[in-house]
């Protein structure tokens, strides 16, 4: 099993704030990708990273894989309200996708 | 049109009872995966299929069948209920790895056993 460690767990900010959440392994991923899961719903592909030091930008998100493809952030500017909800790092492998322990965040109006 | 359908999105069941969860894809994938969300919110998989043929069973107790008449249709069969089998759980499909595909999920279904 590849495990991928998220920080933080949870995160709760004041809409118009930025953070950045972080997904960390010991293992080396071809790729790594990033999904949202709102309440009541199944977690949605937001971006894939394939390349080390790779950057990708999703309007206010901002994606990063490390240079070792062992380690990914989401940066995210100017929290809005819509931003709420769990953000899963995963990386995809053979016939699975190991999922990250997940960051539930709440962006306050 | 739902991509990924699985049904009931609800289930209350009392301990000892079986059930099963039924899941089926429209977007012509070969692989399809039962995942296990636990209280935590981490996403464990269960099973992977692979054109109807069983590819991961992740130390998933023999209480859990996943059933796959057909490519399209991956159903999860549970015996003999127990309390720590409450969770949500989700179907996916997605097209054979290759380190750049994507997962496509269902709604969940919210099991409780009572």
């Known amino acids: 099993t590849q495990l991928l460690e998220q920080s933080p767990q949870f995160l709760s900010i004041q809409e118009g704030e930025n953070l950045t959440v972080y997904c960390n392994s010991s293992s080396v991923f071809s790729s790594l990708q990033w999904y949202r899961q709102e309440p009541g719903e199944g977690p949605v592909l937001l971006v894939t990273v394939v390349t080390g030091g790779e950057v990708k930008k999703l309007k206010r998100l901002t994606f990063q894989f490390g240079d070792a493809r062992k380690d990914s952030s989401l940066h995210i500017t100017a929290a809005q309200p819509g931003d709420t909800g769990l953000y899963l790092c995963a990386g995809p492998e053979g016939n699975q996708f190991y999922f990250g322990t997940g960051t539930s965040l709440t962006v306050i109006p | 049109d739902t991509a990924v359908s699985q049904t009931p999105k609800y289930l209350v069941t009392q301990m000892g009872n079986d059930k099963s969860i039924k899941c089926e894809q429209n977007?012509?994938?070969?692989?399809m995966y039962w995942y296990k969300q636990d209280s935590k919110k981490f996403l464990k998989i269960m099973f992977s299929y692979n054109n109807k043929e069983l590819i991961i069973n992740e130390t998933v107790p023999n209480r859990f069948s996943p059933k796959s008449p057909d490519k399209a249709h991956l159903n999860l069969h549970i015996n003999s209920l127990e309390l720590g089998d409450s969770a949500v759980y989700f179907c996916a499909s997605s097209r054979p790895g290759t380190g750049n595909t994507e997962a496509f999920f269902g709604q969940g279904t919210r099991l409780t056993v009572v």
């Open positions: 977007l012509g994938h070969d692989t």
